[in-house]
C-alpha cells in the first residue's frame, strides 16, 4: 500500500465504523473538526508517510517528529499565551542541535537517509504542532469526549488523502493495491486505525485536554528511544555515529524541557 492510500484506509477505518453509534462531540465547531483532521491526517501522516518513502528511515522518522515538541512550544507561546521556561528554551536550544546532526547525516552510512525525506518529517512535526495547538484550543471551547473527537475528525482526511493517492499513485496502482489487500494489510490497517489513532491519540487528546501544550508535548519523548530500536530489532536499520549523536541530543533537549523545573527547584 502506497502512504497515502494506507492514510486513507487508515482513517476510514478510524472514523465509518463508529459514526452511527458515537455521536458528534458537544461544544465544538464543524471548522474546528474539519481543521484538525485535515491537519493531523493529510498534513502530519500525509507528509511523515510520504518523506518515508522518499527515503527517511522510520527509525530516524520517530526521532525527527519529535521536534513537534518545541514547534509546540513556540506555537503556544506566539498563539495561546502560554509562556515556556528558562530550561525549557535551553532545552529546545539542545534538541534543534541535535537535529542539525540527523540533517546533516542524511545519505551517509547504512541508514541512507535523504534529505527530502527529513525535511518532509520536520513538515509533518510541524502538523503535528499545529493539531497539538488545535485540541488545545478545543479544549477551550468546552468538554469533549476524545474517542467522539478522534472518530469525527478522522472523516475529514479520508477524500483529500483518497485523491492525492489516485493524482501522485494513478488510478491503475489504486485499484490494483486495493484488489491485492490481504490479511497483512487488514492488519496494519486496523493496528493504525484502532491502536494508534483512536487509543493513542484519545489518550494524547485527553493529555491535552487538561495540561498546557508545552507541558504535554515533550512526553512523547520516549518514541523515538521505541522507534529507534524496533527499527534496529525488525527492519535491520543501524543509524550511523553523527545520527546517533544528533539522537541523543534531541533525546536531552527534551529531557530538560520536561525535568528542568524540578532540578532547579
Known amino acids: 500500500l502506497s502512504p497515502l492510500l494506507l492514510c486513507a484506509l487508515r482513517f476510514a477505518a478510524a472514523s465509518l465504523p463508529f459514526l452511527l453509534f458515537v455521536r458528534p462531540p ?12 485535515l491537519v493531523q491526517g493529510v498534513g502530519q501522516f500525509g507528509l511523515l508517510f510520504t518523506g518515508m518513502k522518499l527515503g527517511m528511515p522510520a527509525g530516524m522518522a520517530s526521532v525527527v517528529l519529535q521536534t513537534q515538541a518545541f514547534i509546540t512550544m513556540l506555537m503556544a507561546a506566539a ?4 509562556k515556556p521556561q528558562r530550561w525549557q528554551w535551553i532545552g529546545l536550544t539542545v534538541a534543534i542541535a541535535g537535529l542539525v546532526l540527523i540533517g546533516a547525516a542524511h545519505g551517509d552510512g547504512a541508514s541512507q537517509m535523504t534529505l527530502l525525506g527529513f525535511l518532509f518529517t520536520v513538515g509533518a512535526a510541524a502538523m503535528w504542532a499545529s493539531s497539538n495547538l488545535l485540541t ?5 471551547q468546552g468538554p469533549y469526549e476524545p474517542v467522539s473527537f478522534i472518530v469525527w475528525t478522522s472523516v475529514f482526511p479520508m477524500l483529500p488523502l483518497l485523491l492525492l493517492s489516485l493524482w501522485v499513485d494513478g488510478v491503475d496502482s489504486v485499484t490494483s493495491q486495493l484488489q491485492s489487500i490481504g490479511w497483512s494489510e487488514l492488519g496494519v490497517i486496523a493496528y493504525l486505525a484502532f491502536l494508534s489513532t483512536l487509543l493513542g491519540y484519545g489518550l494524547w487528546t485527553r493529555l491535552l485536554q487538561r495540561y498546557a501544550a508545552s ?8 518514541v523515538p528511544v521505541i522507534g529507534l530500536l524496533s527499527a534496529m530489532l ?13 539522537t541523543l541530543g534531541v533525546l536531552l533537549g527534551m529531557v530538560v524541557n520536561q525535568f528542568g523545573g524540578k532540578w532547579r527547584r
Not at 543501524?238 to 544528533?246: D, E, I, K, R, Y
Request: glycine residues 14%; without cysteine.
Open 26 to 37: 458537544k461544544n465544538l465547531s464543524w471548522g474546528l473538526l474539519a481543521a484538525y483532521g
Open 79 to 82: 498563539l495561546l499565551g502560554e
Open 136 to 140: 488545545r484550543m478545543a479544549a477551550k
Open 215 to 222: 507541558t504535554v508535548a515533550p512526553l512523547s519523548l520516549l
Open 234 to 246: 525488525l527492519l535491520g536499520e543501524a543509524p550511523n555515529g553523527l545520527q546517533w549523536l544528533g
